[in-house]
């Protein structure tokens, strides 16, 4: 992996095309979010995803109180 340039004090902002994620030319998968969750053991992506769950199901909940009690 090359590090990447350093950037002159004038120029301290990356550019536009620096803050685009990496993804697949051919599906436009965000090929990033890949690597980050492929550093994560198996264990600690069963667990983030359950993390995941819950919150969706606490939101689906809460959204269902507000419409029950209108």
């Known amino acids: 992996m090359a590090a990447p ?10 550019r536009e095309d620096e803050l685009r994620p ?10 990033s979010l890949i ?3 492929l550093k994560l053991t198996p264990w600690e992506r069963i667990l983030a995803n359950d993390d995941t ?14 419409h029950a009690a209108t």
């Not at 990496?22 to 090929?31: P, V």
């Not at 769950?53 to 507000?66: D, I, K, M």
Request: charged share 30%.
């Open 53 to 66: 769950v819950n919150f969706c199901e606490l939101g689906r909940a809460a959204t269902q109180r507000r």
């Open 5 to 14: 340039a350093a950037r002159s004090s004038e120029n301290a902002f990356p």
């Open 35 to 37: 690597k980050e969750n």
């Open 22 to 31: 990496k993804t697949d030319l051919e599906t436009g998968i965000d090929l």
